[in-house]
């Protein structure tokens, strides 16, 4: 399979799709100045103790508290307070866990009041991210995740990926780990750690036990609460977590975000660097490889399903659960036997889009699936076995449980951020039962561009939605070539997916904007 990531940053926002074969799978959103992501280590205080909810709510400096439940807390806990403690009293004075006293485990079946007391201070990372009206939730629970390994502090054990078969190589990998994994830590060996070098594995190691020197030193010199550490950059994230041998290109549209790219991969990876590519043309990343046109198409109550004759997906959102029912059109007439196979092959497309869609969407929670009606026990198992494969891909936990007498197949699916939402209907231009006229906003971009050109010598590109590039260019005598008679310059046109009818805006060859109109 063929993967292509595209990093695309624009207006404080970092955009970032993971593309299959050309086919859009995943889609994320940071804003630059998110401060609470997932895997950010945090020192906060405590707000309150919920014990009805065996829970307590934690400042960390967002607007709503932090949700640490008991089940997070993890057995060091009290090992966790006691290094927190003596590092912002300076009696701790190294990262080094080596002779550090380990405090006894908590109970795993405890109550919060008796481990945790308002005002306390706790080391924490986040494990959610804000989403709705609910703050953050966060674990004392810690873990330095790399490229091939994940590092906790006060855990002695080395774990190895179940992924990994053969005998030999964990142990291979165990034996290696074990004799360069530093004193207090545990390890787990993650399943891209297989087959690779001592140095590979080495280095990762070594990056990690930087990762908790920077966290010791940010804890002794910050005040509470504070970020003690913050995750990678998404694309990094991205790149640590999904990197193989299946990427033929990284492309961005940031020189910056380029050469950190290349610098990651530089580590992980020497001999891929150059896959990462920069996009410096007038057309925007994510409308050049047709993401903005994928994601207009992919989202909303209604999804065709690709090579199916007219099948398509309900997708509804309730508060307790996602619901997702696949229609066959008019193409299955059932009864005979051919038609019987058609729907369950109906099916099965249905469910590899159903797959694609939970990842692009990062639907969580509970997600019933009324599929086609099949009444072959057979073509139920093979249904199931093709879902099951088609969520192999999909890194959030899930649980597929198999079709229920009535043909539903319920999935359980975690998620750690906001269900992605991207509205598909443009708002109605004459809602208001008022519009400009059409040839008011060509008078319009002739007066921009005719003022523009009094000052600006350089090339002129001019960003409009697709119908209005089409109106512009028409036909050997387009209003685009009056333009150039009129003004001895060439005004290049670019079509935006993502724009509504009757915007535009004008741009230089610095990409700089110099004049916008949105009705």
Not at 5 to 10: G, P
Not at 37 to 56: E, H, S, Y
Not at 235 to 253: E, G, K, M, P
Not at 265 to 289: C, D, G, W
Request: charged content about 30%; aromatic content about 8%.
């Amino acid at each position: 399979m063929k993967k292509e990531l595209l990093v695309s940053h624009e207006d404080d926002f970092t955009k970032i799709a993971l593309l299959e074969d050309g086919k859009l799978c995943e889609l994320h959103e940071e804003e630059d100045k998110n401060d609470f992501v997932v895997g950010d280590l945090f020192i906060g205080k405590v707000k309150k103790l919920a014990p009805n909810l065996n829970a307590a709510f934690v400042n960390i400096g967002y607007d709503k508290d932090a949700f640490l439940h008991y089940q997070d807390l993890g057995p060091q806990l009290l090992t966790y307070k006691k290094f927190l403690k003596d590092s912002i009293s300076k009696s701790q004075s190294s990262s080094s866990l080596k002779n550090f006293e380990i405090q006894p485990e908590i109970d795993k079946n405890g109550t919060i009041e008796k481990v945790i007391a308002k005002d306390d201070v706790v080391l924490l990372q986040i494990t959610k991210e804000p989403i709705s009206t609910k703050g953050p939730r966060i674990s004392t629970q810690i873990s330095l995740t790399g490229r091939f390994l994940v590092l906790i502090p006060f855990d002695n054990k080395v774990s190895i990926s179940k992924k990994i078969r053969t005998t030999e190589e964990k142990d291979r990998l165990k034996t290696l780990i074990d004799s360069i994994k530093p004193e207090g830590f545990g390890v787990i060996i993650r399943t891209v750690a297989e087959g690779k070098k001592v140095a590979d594995l080495h280095n990762d190691m070594n990056q990690l036990v930087q990762k908790w020197e920077s966290t010791f030193k940010n804890i002794q010199k910050n005040k509470v609460p504070a970020k003690v550490l913050s995750e990678d950059d998404k694309a990094s994230a991205i790149l640590r977590d999904n990197f193989n041998q299946d990427f033929v290109n990284i492309i961005c549209d940031d020189e910056q975000m380029v050469s950190e790219m290349k610098a990651y991969l530089e580590v992980i990876a020497p001999e891929r660097k150059n896959i990462v590519q920069y996009h410096s043309t007038h057309i925007p990343l994510l409308e050049y490889y047709n993401v903005e046109k994928q994601m207009k198409q992919s989202f909303g109550k209604h999804v065709n399903i690709p090579s199916s004759k007219g099948a398509y997906l309900v997708i509804e959102h309730t508060e307790a659960l996602h619901v997702v029912d696949v229609n066959s059109g008019n193409n299955i007439t059932l009864g005979t036997s051919a038609s019987k196979e058609h729907a369950l092959n109906v099916n099965k497309m249905a469910a590899t889009e159903i797959a694609r869609q939970l990842r692009l969407r990062d639907m969580g929670g509970i997600i019933v699936i009324d599929f086609i009606d099949m009444t072959n026990p057979e073509h139920r198992k093979d249904l199931y076995e093709h879902l099951r494969v088609e969520m192999g891909r999909d890194k959030a936990r899930h649980k597929i449980l198999p079709p229920s007498k009535f043909g539903l197949i319920q999935i359980t699916r975690q998620r750690n951020r906001p269900e992605k939402q991207i509205e598909t209907k443009e708002e109605n231009p004459n809602k208001d039962g008022e519009i400009v006229a059409p040839i008011v906003i060509v008078e319009k971009m002739g007066d921009t561009l005719r003022t523009i050109l009094q000052k600006e010598k350089g090339k002129l590109f001019l960003h409009v939605h697709p119908f209005v590039e089409a109106y512009l260019t028409k036909g050997l005598k387009s209003i685009q070539m009056k333009w150039f008679i009129k003004y001895k310059k060439w005004v290049t046109i670019i079509p935006r997916d993502s724009f509504k009818y009757l915007e535009y805006r004008v741009y230089n060859s610095k990409k700089e904007e110099l004049a916008s109109y949105s009705n």
